[in-house]
């Protein structure tokens, strides 16, 4: 199975910050690469999808980037929205795998 | 509006069973893979099985295989999983998710909780 690491594991940050997120995973899975955010209580949402595409009514403050291995998660003006557990999931092979997930607590 | 909506969870016993139901509106239903994620209590989302439009190809996590069955009904626009023998690391809220390879709509989850 392909292990998916992601850092920071949390982190605070404040209102107007440029947050970013890393996943790793544990072989090359070219840019298949999924982002999804998850609010306390709620079902995740897909922000971005192979690696870098906005999923339709995600505000383009959210962006991804990076191939192979490294990919990056940017919030570029942290909202108070925003406020989240965030996780990356790979879809290049099966099973599915997701990274631990990055809680974004406000400072 | 896309709407999924999960049923079926509850308390049950170690080595119980569990029917979990997930009915679907707002999309061709038949068109579209289906998944089953859950999510431990304060843990992260672990993929659990996987099923195609037809029903042709059906995938299970490691964890479950033997244990787990997902099927569908596209005539009632129905996703279901059936759990058997099942374990106190079961215990988790159970989402079913729209997608094959990329999960764009996710349902609000049901409970199942193992205990004894």
């Known amino acids: 199975d392909i292990q998916m690491t992601q850092s920071p594991s949390s982190l605070s940050a404040s209102v107007g910050d440029r947050v970013t997120i890393t996943c790793r995973a544990s072989q090359s899975i070219s840019s298949y690469l999924n982002w999804y955010q998850q609010k306390p209580g709620k079902a995740p949402k897909l922000l971005i999808y192979v690696a870098s595409s906005l999923q339709s009514g995600v505000p383009s403050r959210f962006s991804g980037s990076g191939s192979g291995t490294d990919f990056t998660l940017t919030i570029s003006s942290l909202q108070l929205e925003d406020f989240a557990t965030y996780y990356c999931q790979q879809s290049y092979s099966s099973p599915p795998t997701f990274g631990g997930g990055t809680k974004v607590e406000i400072k | 509006e896309v709407q999924l909506v999960e049923s079926g969870g509850g308390l049950v016993k170690p080595g119980g069973s569990l029917r979990l139901s997930c009915a679907a509106s707002?999309?061709?239903?038949?068109?579209?893979?289906m998944n089953w994620v859950r999510q431990a209590p304060g843990k992260g989302l672990e993929w659990v099985s996987s099923?195609?439009?037809?029903?042709?190809?059906?995938y299970y996590a490691d964890s479950v295989k033997g244990r787990f069955t997902i099927s569908r009904d596209n005539a009632k626009n129905s996703l279901y999983l059936q759990m058997n023998s099942l374990r106190a690391e079961d215990t988790a809220v159970y989402y079913c998710?729209?997608?094959?390879?990329?999960?764009?709509?996710w349902g609000r989850g049901t409970l199942v909780t193992v205990s004894s």
């Open positions: 998710a729209r997608g094959e390879s990329v999960w764009s709509f």
């Open positions: 099923i195609s439009t037809s029903s042709n190809y059906i």
């Open positions: 707002g999309f061709t239903f038949s068109s579209y893979s």
